[in-house]
């Protein structure tokens, strides 16, 4: 994460010493059972939430309003109505019922890994953390996987087993031949109309151009948009051993390449790539992050909510929402 | 120094193999799967340390080691000290024999033959020797092999190429068989010259038709090493029909003739007609009978007489592709006639007279025709076969001087029947026959009081038409009045029939080159009951037979075979018309072609059909394996210069087998073997010190 610095990453709170090591991904990874995974990530990070004086999401305060024919009388504060005999209707932060997507990449290139997982078991335990993690919160999550179609689709729920099944979907091995971000955009922009969160795991290795369309599109709908991009640390510095035929995981394109004459190329090629898609983020106001696989996944995500909520609560003060119930959660 | 098999000097190629596999590009041995190559561009190659060679020691070991198993593997071998030089050249002896049989008369076979027969001698090389045959139902030399003092090869070849283009296909049958046969004699006598040394061939050029005789090759065992080669030519007709005429029995002249068409295997076409062929003017408007006969079959088909006075000489078929043996010749049956003389006291037109009754039986019939006259001339006596027979009929008393006539007549070939109308001619004409001598005249004084006819000779020509039980019943005739003889005891003739009371009926007796018959008794019906009865006339007819036998021809003559000549034939007409005098006097053998020939006599004419064989009408083609099925090696024995370097093969085969060079750098292939092992097993350990834990790159130089 180093290298790759996110905007999320850049403002990033310091976390306490013993965070800072995270849990190890190799060890991580050796859990089979991915939603025990998913469970050992987010009890990891939500101590570190706990302990942050920013206690998160809740159904807040935002003001009254004197009450005019038409409202609904079931909004009306009777203690006010008491003290004061005026009729007064609350107003809340509408922070109830997050939908939130995770539009899983599961091409040929994420089964790419340096390490002793690749890119697709690091993207499918970071989506299923935050499955897991906007279950406990009793938020819908819907599920996307996609290479150059959709492949799975599960409509966003909260519902007993709706989670099993979630992490039952992700389980599937990457096939894909090709990675076209715009599909999964295309389709939740399409099928989702209420909004929501929308989560991007790819390596974003491919053309970009369609990309920023349908980022636009479904930030105009109102969506939010978080996209974590997810490297393998080879591909970051071309670490390819030895001059080799290089086979293109999802073409199946050879050529010859010697690391040692086409590294410096890659990394410059690389960079401008990074930075266009970084552009495009801040252009979309899309919440963007790298997470590299050999960076515990806890910290990773820590950070990334952590930026959120800090977004988040500018968001809600630049955007009042629409009133709800009293109790703020139904 | 020379190479058994220099082919293998061709590995020496393999030296270059892993210098230019590892100059011209090194390719990464593993591959390496990317998650993406959209950053990447392909990389050249670059040059390392790895593209030099920096073993070169190793390089030429292994190079050697390459480069002496090439040698060994082309066997080499040192000629300079055993080169000796080999057995002079031997030519072939080669014989050509040349099909000249009448079936390479169709198309263009005789050309393809004299084409083929130009290019076997011009593709003969200088040691070769050659003679020149033709055969078909013989075997007949042309051109002999040259005795190398008064001809040298090249001129004898000259010659058989001049000499083919002045032979032609005649019309013989075709006895390959006997030929072979022949043309190995000749091999064997002298023509045959140092016959062991030299290679021998027979080179046939025919067409090979289904009808050539090979019966001959059965009897012995073809020498192996007589290679026959078969240079076939072959036609491009339709197929081929032939024809020829059935020989009835008992044919009349009136009948139709029965002519078998056979259309040969594989032909196309079907339709054929049949018409009469005349020598001198067209057919006109003779019958033309249509006949249907499929590829493979034969019919028989009925052709009306000709019609018309002159008689045709063959029947001819049309309708097929080869003409050559679409006419069968049949030999015009000339008309026979007889002159009788009567010598007689009697009128022709007195019934109870016997001239009455000798007019009414011979009479002109179909196919001859007979005169009576009555003035005898001494001198025409008619020869055997003549067209014209003489009869003299007497039955009057005669004078001295006609009686020496007859008998002068009858002994210089004359024919005599003796009828003696009274007791007085008897008498007179007793002379005639002297193995008889008259006694008396017996007559009957009622009509129960007759002679019968008995011990009736059958087996003469005369009663043997009467010979079955049918037919040989005489005892219808009565003879009332008739005259007794008794025989004499030296007589030389003999009764042909006798009568039941004693005496001869019909007495018989040669005198001479002549024959006398006497009848004692006469067919008056008053005297007997002879010319009233069935017998009579076919008596009569047995009787001009006896004068002027039926001119048999022999049938079914073929081309080449010889003709028995009759009495007195001195010259024969070809069928083109040439005039030819008979040398042999026994048989005429120069039947060469179809046709009529006429043989001549003093005072007759004989015509004879010879025709084509029938075998020659088969052309379709026989296998060549026939011939290896009788035993005959097919094949041809290479040319000299062929051979010779095969014996030069030979010989450098056994001199490498002497040396065995090969032995030795097989020995020293092993033995840079080990050194190179060695040598690089000990660059590997210096290697692997030198660079640590680094991978040794010492091999890659020249392996």
Same mark, same amino acid.
């Given at each position: 994460m180093s290298n790759s610095s996110s905007e999320i990453g850049s403002d990033r709170p310091s976390p306490s010493p013993e965070r800072v090591a995270g849990i190890d991904p190799l060890t991580l990874m050796r859990i089979r059972n991915l939603e025990f995974r998913a469970k050992v990530v987010v009890d990891g990070f939500l101590s570190g939430l706990h302990r942050s004086p920013h206690h998160g999401f809740s159904v807040e305060f935002s003001e009254y309003r004197q009450y005019s024919p038409g409202d609904d009388p079931r909004y009306l504060d009777w203690r006010l109505f008491a003290r004061t005999d005026r009729y007064y209707v609350k107003r809340f932060q509408d922070e109830t019922n997050l939908r939130c997507y995770l539009l899983v990449d599961l091409s040929r290139s994420m089964a790419y890994g340096s390490l002793p997982y690749d890119k697709a078991e690091y993207a499918r335990t970071a989506a299923a953390t935050l499955a897991y993690f906007l279950s406990l919160q009793r938020d819908a999550v819907g599920l996307v996987t996609f290479d150059e179609r959709i492949r799975d689709y599960l409509p966003a729920r909260y519902r007993a087993g709706h989670i099993h099944r979630l992490m039952l979907a992700l389980e599937q091995s990457p096939t894909g031949k090709a990675t076209r971000l715009e599909i999964p955009l295309e389709q939740v922009a399409s099928t989702v109309r209420k909004r929501g969160l929308v989560i991007l795991l790819s390596d974003c290795l491919a053309q970009l151009d369609s990309l920023e369309t349908h980022l636009g599109y479904l930030r105009s709908q109102g969506h939010e948009v978080i996209l974590l991009r997810v490297l393998d640390p080879a591909e970051i510095s071309l670490s390819?051993?030895?001059p080799a035929l290089v086979e293109?995981?999802?073409?199946?394109r050879t050529f010859y390449v010697d690391p040692d004459s086409a590294r410096a190329e890659y990394e410059q090629r690389f960079r401008e790539h990074a930075s266009r898609l970084r552009r495009i983020c801040l252009a979309w106001d899309v919440d963007f992050a790298s997470l590299v696989t050999d960076q515990p996944l806890d910290m990773s995500l820590f950070e990334l909510l952590h930026a959120r909520w800090r977004r988040g609560r500018k968001m809600v003060s630049r955007k009042p929402s629409g009133v709800s119930a009293a109790g703020g959660r139904r | 120094m020379s190479f058994l098999a220099p082919l293998y000097l061709l590995g020496l190629g393999a030296i270059s193999l892993p210098i230019v596999l590892h100059l011209i590009r090194r390719m990464p041995k593993g591959r390496y799967a990317f998650s993406s190559l959209m950053f990447l561009a392909p990389s050249p190659p670059r040059l390392t340390r790895r593209s030099r060679i920096d073993q070169w020691l190793l390089l030429l070991l292994r190079a050697l080691a390459i480069t002496l198993l090439a040698l060994a593997f082309s066997r080499p071998f040192w000629r300079a000290f055993a080169d000796a030089p080999g057995p002079l050249q031997q030519g072939r002896q080669v014989a050509l024999l040349v099909d000249t049989s009448a079936s390479m008369r169709r198309g263009d076979l005789w050309e393809q033959a004299v084409a083929r027969v130009r290019r076997v001698v011009e593709g003969l090389e200088d040691p070769d020797t050659v003679a020149l045959f033709t055969y078909d139902s013989q075997l007949r030399p042309v051109v002999m092999w040259p005795d190398g003092l008064s001809v040298s090869e090249s001129a004898n070849r000259a010659i058989i190429l001049q000499r083919i283009q002045q032979e032609q296909p005649r019309w013989e049958a075709t006895d390959l068989g006997q030929a072979l046969l022949a043309v190995g004699d000749y091999f064997e006598q002298g023509n045959g010259r140092a016959a062991r040394e030299t290679h021998r061939q027979i080179v046939v050029v025919t &067409?090979? =038709?289904?009808?050539? *005789? @090979?019966? /001959? @090759? =059965?009897r012995v065992a073809w020498p192996e090493d007589l290679p026959v080669a078969l240079e076939t030519v072959s036609s491009a007709d339709q197929g081929n029909a032939t024809l020829r005429v059935v020989p009835a029995e008992d044919e009349s002249p009136s009948d139709p003739v029965r002519v078998r068409v056979t259309n040969e295997q594989g032909s196309v076409n079907d339709q054929f007609h049949v018409d009469w062929v005349f020598a001198d003017s067209p057919a006109g408007d003779q019958p033309r009978v249509p006949v249907y006969v499929p590829a493979g079959q034969s019919r028989v088909v009925r052709v009306p007489p000709s019609r018309g006075q002159q008689m045709p000489t063959g029947v001819r078929l049309t309708g097929d592709d080869c003409p050559f043996d679409n006419t069968w010749h049949v030999a015009p049956v000339p008309r026979r006639s007889w002159l009788v003389v009567y010598l007689g006291r009697?009128? /022709? *037109? %007195?019934? %109870? =007279? @016997?001239s009455y009754y000798l007019h009414r039986a011979l009479t002109d019939a179909p196919g001859y025709d007979v005169k009576i006259v009555e003035q005898f001339e001494k001198d025409r006596v008619a020869a055997p076969g003549a067209p014209v027979g003489h009869l003299v009929v007497v039955s009057r008393p005669v004078d001295e001087a006609m009686l020496d006539d007859l008998m002068d007549y009858v002994t210089g070939g004359g024919f005599v029947l003796v009828v003696p109308d009274s007791d007085e001619a008897a008498r007179n004409l007793a002379p005639l026959t002297p193995g008889l001598r008259y006694r008396e005249a017996e007559s009957s004084t009622s009509d129960d009081d007759y002679a019968l006819l008995a011990d009736v000779d059958y087996d003469h020509p005369l009663f043997a038409p009467f010979q079955g039980v049918r037919f040989g &019943?005489?005892?219808?005739i009565h003879f009332w009045n008739r005259w007794v003889y008794d025989v004499e005891p030296d007589a030389t003739g003999r009764p042909l029939a006798r009568f039941d009371r004693g005496g001869p009926a019909l007495w018989h007796e040669t005198l001479g080159d002549g024959q006398m018959l006497l009848l004692a008794g006469t067919w008056r019906p008053r005297d007997s009951q002879l010319a009233l009865s069935t017998k009579f006339v076919p008596l009569l007819d047995g009787l001009l037979e006896l004068v002027a036998p039926r001119m048999v021809t022999p049938g079914d003559l073929r081309v080449g075979d010889p003709v028995a000549l009759r009495e007195g034939e001195k010259q024969v007409v070809l069928p083109d018309g040439t005039l030819v005098e008979v040398v042999d006097d026994q048989w005429y053998r120069d039947t060469r072609e179809p046709g009529i020939y006429q043989f001549l006599s003093a005072n007759m004419t004989r015509p004879v059909a010879i025709n084509l064989a029938?075998?020659?009408? =088969?052309?379709s083609a026989l296998p060549r394996e026939r011939l290896e099925q009788l035993g005959v090696t097919l094949g041809s024995v290479p040319p000299p210069s062929v051979t010779e370097a095969h014996l030069r093969q030979l010989r450098a085969t056994e001199l490498e087998n002497q040396q065995k060079g090969w032995r030795w750098l097989l020995l020293t292939v092993c033995g840079l073997l080990v050194i190179e092992t060695w040598w690089a097993g000990r660059q590997a350990r210096h290697g692997m010190k030198s660079l640590g834990a680094q991978v040794p790159q010492n091999d890659g130089s020249a392996s």
């Amino acid at each position: 994460m180093s290298n790759s610095s996110s905007e999320i990453g850049s403002d990033r709170p310091s976390p306490s010493p013993e965070r800072v090591a995270g849990i190890d991904p190799l060890t991580l990874m050796r859990i089979r059972n991915l939603e025990f995974r998913a469970k050992v990530v987010v009890d990891g990070f939500l101590s570190g939430l706990h302990r942050s004086p920013h206690h998160g999401f809740s159904v807040e305060f935002s003001e009254y309003r004197q009450y005019s024919p038409g409202d609904d009388p079931r909004y009306l504060d009777w203690r006010l109505f008491a003290r004061t005999d005026r009729y007064y209707v609350k107003r809340f932060q509408d922070e109830t019922n997050l939908r939130c997507y995770l539009l899983v990449d599961l091409s040929r290139s994420m089964a790419y890994g340096s390490l002793p997982y690749d890119k697709a078991e690091y993207a499918r335990t970071a989506a299923a953390t935050l499955a897991y993690f906007l279950s406990l919160q009793r938020d819908a999550v819907g599920l996307v996987t996609f290479d150059e179609r959709i492949r799975d689709y599960l409509p966003a729920r909260y519902r007993a087993g709706h989670i099993h099944r979630l992490m039952l979907a992700l389980e599937q091995s990457p096939t894909g031949k090709a990675t076209r971000l715009e599909i999964p955009l295309e389709q939740v922009a399409s099928t989702v109309r209420k909004r929501g969160l929308v989560i991007l795991l790819s390596d974003c290795l491919a053309q970009l151009d369609s990309l920023e369309t349908h980022l636009g599109y479904l930030r105009s709908q109102g969506h939010e948009v978080i996209l974590l991009r997810v490297l393998d640390p080879a591909e970051i510095s071309l670490s390819i051993p030895h001059p080799a035929l290089v086979e293109d995981l999802e073409t199946g394109r050879t050529f010859y390449v010697d690391p040692d004459s086409a590294r410096a190329e890659y990394e410059q090629r690389f960079r401008e790539h990074a930075s266009r898609l970084r552009r495009i983020c801040l252009a979309w106001d899309v919440d963007f992050a790298s997470l590299v696989t050999d960076q515990p996944l806890d910290m990773s995500l820590f950070e990334l909510l952590h930026a959120r909520w800090r977004r988040g609560r500018k968001m809600v003060s630049r955007k009042p929402s629409g009133v709800s119930a009293a109790g703020g959660r139904r | 120094m020379s190479f058994l098999a220099p082919l293998y000097l061709l590995g020496l190629g393999a030296i270059s193999l892993p210098i230019v596999l590892h100059l011209i590009r090194r390719m990464p041995k593993g591959r390496y799967a990317f998650s993406s190559l959209m950053f990447l561009a392909p990389s050249p190659p670059r040059l390392t340390r790895r593209s030099r060679i920096d073993q070169w020691l190793l390089l030429l070991l292994r190079a050697l080691a390459i480069t002496l198993l090439a040698l060994a593997f082309s066997r080499p071998f040192w000629r300079a000290f055993a080169d000796a030089p080999g057995p002079l050249q031997q030519g072939r002896q080669v014989a050509l024999l040349v099909d000249t049989s009448a079936s390479m008369r169709r198309g263009d076979l005789w050309e393809q033959a004299v084409a083929r027969v130009r290019r076997v001698v011009e593709g003969l090389e200088d040691p070769d020797t050659v003679a020149l045959f033709t055969y078909d139902s013989q075997l007949r030399p042309v051109v002999m092999w040259p005795d190398g003092l008064s001809v040298s090869e090249s001129a004898n070849r000259a010659i058989i190429l001049q000499r083919i283009q002045q032979e032609q296909p005649r019309w013989e049958a075709t006895d390959l068989g006997q030929a072979l046969l022949a043309v190995g004699d000749y091999f064997e006598q002298g023509n045959g010259r140092a016959a062991r040394e030299t290679h021998r061939q027979i080179v046939v050029v025919t &067409d090979f =038709q289904r009808g050539t *005789d @090979l019966t /001959a @090759l =059965q009897r012995v065992a073809w020498p192996e090493d007589l290679p026959v080669a078969l240079e076939t030519v072959s036609s491009a007709d339709q197929g081929n029909a032939t024809l020829r005429v059935v020989p009835a029995e008992d044919e009349s002249p009136s009948d139709p003739v029965r002519v078998r068409v056979t259309n040969e295997q594989g032909s196309v076409n079907d339709q054929f007609h049949v018409d009469w062929v005349f020598a001198d003017s067209p057919a006109g408007d003779q019958p033309r009978v249509p006949v249907y006969v499929p590829a493979g079959q034969s019919r028989v088909v009925r052709v009306p007489p000709s019609r018309g006075q002159q008689m045709p000489t063959g029947v001819r078929l049309t309708g097929d592709d080869c003409p050559f043996d679409n006419t069968w010749h049949v030999a015009p049956v000339p008309r026979r006639s007889w002159l009788v003389v009567y010598l007689g006291r009697d009128q /022709a *037109d %007195d019934p %109870d =007279q @016997l001239s009455y009754y000798l007019h009414r039986a011979l009479t002109d019939a179909p196919g001859y025709d007979v005169k009576i006259v009555e003035q005898f001339e001494k001198d025409r006596v008619a020869a055997p076969g003549a067209p014209v027979g003489h009869l003299v009929v007497v039955s009057r008393p005669v004078d001295e001087a006609m009686l020496d006539d007859l008998m002068d007549y009858v002994t210089g070939g004359g024919f005599v029947l003796v009828v003696p109308d009274s007791d007085e001619a008897a008498r007179n004409l007793a002379p005639l026959t002297p193995g008889l001598r008259y006694r008396e005249a017996e007559s009957s004084t009622s009509d129960d009081d007759y002679a019968l006819l008995a011990d009736v000779d059958y087996d003469h020509p005369l009663f043997a038409p009467f010979q079955g039980v049918r037919f040989g &019943d005489f005892t219808k005739i009565h003879f009332w009045n008739r005259w007794v003889y008794d025989v004499e005891p030296d007589a030389t003739g003999r009764p042909l029939a006798r009568f039941d009371r004693g005496g001869p009926a019909l007495w018989h007796e040669t005198l001479g080159d002549g024959q006398m018959l006497l009848l004692a008794g006469t067919w008056r019906p008053r005297d007997s009951q002879l010319a009233l009865s069935t017998k009579f006339v076919p008596l009569l007819d047995g009787l001009l037979e006896l004068v002027a036998p039926r001119m048999v021809t022999p049938g079914d003559l073929r081309v080449g075979d010889p003709v028995a000549l009759r009495e007195g034939e001195k010259q024969v007409v070809l069928p083109d018309g040439t005039l030819v005098e008979v040398v042999d006097d026994q048989w005429y053998r120069d039947t060469r072609e179809p046709g009529i020939y006429q043989f001549l006599s003093a005072n007759m004419t004989r015509p004879v059909a010879i025709n084509l064989a029938r075998t020659e009408s =088969q052309t379709s083609a026989l296998p060549r394996e026939r011939l290896e099925q009788l035993g005959v090696t097919l094949g041809s024995v290479p040319p000299p210069s062929v051979t010779e370097a095969h014996l030069r093969q030979l010989r450098a085969t056994e001199l490498e087998n002497q040396q065995k060079g090969w032995r030795w750098l097989l020995l020293t292939v092993c033995g840079l073997l080990v050194i190179e092992t060695w040598w690089a097993g000990r660059q590997a350990r210096h290697g692997m010190k030198s660079l640590g834990a680094q991978v040794p790159q010492n091999d890659g130089s020249a392996s």
